[in-house]
């Protein structure tokens, strides 16, 4: 899970999340769980600053019966999306149960993934939903299959060098933590 909470960016700084894979075996009923929390956050200069999430597999798997408390993403307040603060791309989202997200301020349950996506003008428009055909999902091995949607779909111009084995990315990087390896 990634939570970040009352950050402040100084002026020219990003927050950057590229090429990660989250797992959230949610207990469900237990308390409100997401993915991805971003609670306070704020910037100093709205045109430099903000949070960059590109090229990320994030999972959703509640145990049990799927509660509204049970999130892809937690926001405290809608701005951070109005501004341009928060920028997503290229991330593939796999979401079993509960609102895709839940904002704050003002309340807002966003049951969908399309409705996320429909928040603003040109936000997340190379994400997809959908099984991530990864090694096992159930023991968190989540290293692409060769025939997964996560190859050669994350966003080139945030490649980070090696991959979370130790493998340097190609120009057509996978999204989420691994390339995929043939062997």
């Given at each position: 899970?990634?939570?970040?909470?009352?950050?402040?960016?100084?002026?020219?700084?990003?927050?950057?999340?590229?090429?990660?894979?989250?797992?959230?075996?949610?207990?469900?009923?237990?308390?409100?769980?997401?993915?991805?929390?971003?609670?306070?956050?704020?910037?100093?200069?709205?045109?430099?600053?903000?949070?960059?999430?590109?090229?990320?597999?994030?999972?959703?798997?509640?145990?049990?019966?799927?509660?509204?408390?049970?999130?892809?993403?937690?926001?405290s307040t809608r701005s951070l999306i109005d501004a341009g603060?928060?920028?997503?791309?290229?991330?593939?989202?796999?979401?079993?149960?509960?609102?895709?997200?839940?904002?704050?301020?003002?309340?807002?349950?966003?049951?969908?993934?399309?409705?996320?996506?429909?928040?603003?003008?040109?936000?997340?428009?190379?994400?997809?939903?959908?099984?991530?055909?990864?090694?096992?999902?159930?023991?968190?091995?989540?290293?692409?299959?060769?025939?997964?949607?996560?190859?050669n779909a994350g966003l080139a111009q945030t490649i980070a060098?090696?991959?979370?084995?130790?493998?340097?990315?190609?120009?057509?990087?996978?999204?989420?933590?691994?390339?995929?390896?043939?062997?």
């Open positions: 899970r990634l939570s970040l909470s009352a950050t402040t960016v100084a002026q020219r700084d990003y927050v950057r999340i590229l090429h990660n894979s989250f797992h959230l075996k949610s207990n469900a009923g237990v308390v409100p769980e997401s993915v991805i929390s971003v609670i306070g956050a704020t910037t100093s200069n709205p045109a430099t600053n903000g949070l960059l999430f590109f090229n990320n597999l994030a999972v959703l798997s509640p145990n049990g019966t799927p509660t509204t408390g049970t999130t892809m993403w937690r926001l603060l928060l920028t997503a791309s290229n991330n593939r989202y796999f979401h079993q149960g509960g609102h895709f997200a839940v904002l704050s301020n003002p309340s807002l349950n966003v049951s969908t993934f399309t409705n996320w996506r429909n928040l603003s003008t040109n936000f997340e428009l190379q994400s997809s939903t959908g099984e991530p055909a990864v090694l096992n999902l159930r023991l968190d091995q989540l290293q692409p299959l060769g025939f997964s949607p996560l190859l060098p090696v991959d979370h084995a130790g493998r340097p990315r190609d120009l057509l990087p996978d999204i989420g933590a691994f390339e995929y390896d043939s062997i």
